[in-house]
């Protein structure tokens, strides 16, 4: 008896949890998205293929960074919001998807591979940088962003570090395994490097003077220089490009021709050029670099290739 | 297979980096619990209630927090260490309340006659400690040291988000670089580890056997 009572009561408690889950997750959706890309009303797509799925479900599971702005981030309010965000978003556009019918998942460096080899995400914009070991267990569809490595240094550079040949005999603060840290061991193997596992630890450690420079891609110091601006200061000398694409599951040739139909269009229509004014141009105004104008985007590689 | 054998160098660099840092933080991280196994059990008010109160601080907090004193409030005032010094201070400091309590509890199967005795003969407290009672208590917690030493171990993995190239650190730069073979680097990396722990814990079997007194 006493313990039919005490199933009772848990059972109540675990239903009433799951309620508010859901009416939690319900409410979450009907947050109406701001941006303004258009969805395809009745898109048609070759049968059986990966474009013709996804429309006929009517949702997509797209894998995004939560945690690096500009590019992958969430607002006050739980809403994802970035540069790869709002590309995310037109390419499920294009598949008759709207943005409420997205399912967000975070992708971070370590688990971008295994969720696409595991189907747990359909696709990824995750300011996700080609590479030729990635290229053998996944496939890319672009590039749509340069983001290339570059240097912070000390406001008012102390050590005179003008480009990545000023770093010998300095200590450069990189992420632990990553290809800006391969990249500085590969050419500039004089520089001492120190290995932090996130972003925010070299920062910390290059503003109370442990380290002399900070390498990395250059959207991750705009984002610490926009949280402290009168920190850093950004060397302005690129070396090293980092072309992100949309990562696909690998060999899915057809649908990495349909997103770089997509990211065409976005180009020719305004769209990206909107994307990163809203984005990139706000966050480079609030740092007051001089030179906010948008770059040319890089060249689209042939899908062939990269799902080879 | 292949991967990790055309690594084999980067994988040394990184295994001594942390057969370094375990020797190096338990040797400190020892002599520091012994000391303070001492002040817990000493008859003065202001020695025990120090020790006490730095055992129950530093054991309650994460070893991560530690590390992240060692790190970045130290250099903030003006301490400037390389970051594998602070990794071997942030490791003792943590890892002497660990073997302090051990310690104390190896102290405490002692019985206070013999404390009695040797203070009744004249020894200070101070000598009674070292030639009475430590020499008996830490052969009787040596399976409980060598417990910690190898959780120890383990925890050294922490230091490679904290500055220090180790197994950790190597181990993720080669999976980024080798995305084809992260299986067998992960495993790689925990046969090292296993490298230092396996034998410890066989080596404190035979001292267990050796040191062992007869009761």
């Known amino acids: 008896m006493k313990i039919q009572k005490w199933g009772a009561v848990l059972l109540g408690a675990a239903l009433a949890t799951s309620l508010a889950a859901c009416s939690g997750s319900a409410t979450g959706n009907e947050t109406k998205s701001d941006s303004a890309s258009s969805v395809a009303s009745h898109p048609s797509f070759p049968a059986g293929s990966t474009m013709a799925k996804l429309a006929k479900a009517g949702t997509v599971r797209i894998g995004v960074k939560f945690d690096q702005p500009p590019y992958g981030s969430k607002d006050l309010s739980g809403k994802e919001q970035g540069f790869d965000v709002d590309i995310a978003k037109a390419i499920a556009g294009g598949l008759g998807i709207a943005p409420d019918k997205i399912q967000w998942v975070e992708t971070v460096a370590a688990n971008r591979e295994p969720f696409l080899q595991q189907g747990k995400v359909d696709f990824i914009v995750a300011a996700y940088g080609i590479t030729d070991s990635r290229k053998q267990v996944v496939s890319f569809a672009g590039p749509y962003f340069n983001d290339p490595q570059d240097l912070a240094v000390k406001k008012g550079n102390p050590e005179n570090i003008k480009g990545p040949k000023d770093t010998a005999g300095k200590k450069v603060c990189a992420i632990t395994g990553s290809a800006v840290a391969q990249e500085m061991r590969e050419h500039y193997p004089k520089a001492q490097l120190v290995q932090f596992d996130v972003q925010t630890k070299c920062a910390a450690a290059l503003k109370d003077g442990s380290v002399d420079a900070w390498t990395s891609d250059t959207g991750n110091i705009w984002g610490a220089m926009a949280k402290d601006p009168s920190a850093f200061d950004l060397v302005g000398k690129p070396f090293r490009d980092d072309l992100y694409a949309v990562g696909i599951p690998k060999g899915d040739t057809q649908f990495c021709g349909y997103i770089e139909k997509t990211i065409k269009k976005l180009e020719s229509d305004g769209s990206y050029k909107k994307a990163w004014n809203e984005n990139i141009k706000t966050l480079l105004d609030k740092i007051g670099l001089k030179d906010s104008s948008m770059p040319t985007p890089p060249s689209l590689q042939s899908c062939t290739a990269l799902t080879k | ?215």
């Open chain 2, 1 to 215: 297979m292949s991967a990790v054998l055309a690594n084999l160098e980067i994988f040394w660099e990184g295994f001594e980096a942390t057969l370094a840092l375990t020797l190096l933080s338990t040797i400190a991280a020892l002599v520091l619990g012994i000391l303070l196994a001492a002040f817990r059990v000493s008859p003065v008010p202001v020695l025990s209630g120090a020790a006490a109160t730095y055992v129950e601080v530093v054991r309650n907090t994460p070893l991560t927090i530690v590390f992240f004193f060692a790190a970045f409030v130290l250099p903030q005032v003006g301490v400037k260490f390389s970051y594998f010094a602070f990794a071997v201070l942030a490791m003792s400091v943590y890892y002497a309340s660990f073997f302090c309590e051990v310690i104390r509890s190896g102290i405490n199967t002692m019985p206070i006659g013999q404390l009695e005795a040797a203070r009744s003969i004249g020894l200070t407290f101070t000598k009674s400690m070292r030639l009475i009672v430590m020499p008996q208590a830490l052969r009787t917690v040596v399976p409980p040291l060598i417990n910690v030493f190898i959780q120890l171990t383990k925890s050294t993995s922490i230091a490679s988000a904290f500055g220090v190239v180790e197994l950790l650190s190597v181990m993720a730069r080669l999976a980024n670089q080798e995305s084809q073979a992260v299986i067998a680097i992960l495993i790689a990396t925990a046969v090292f580890y296993l490298v230092i722990t396996i034998p410890s814990g066989i080596i404190a079997g035979h001292i267990e056997r050796r040191v062992a007194i007869a009761r």
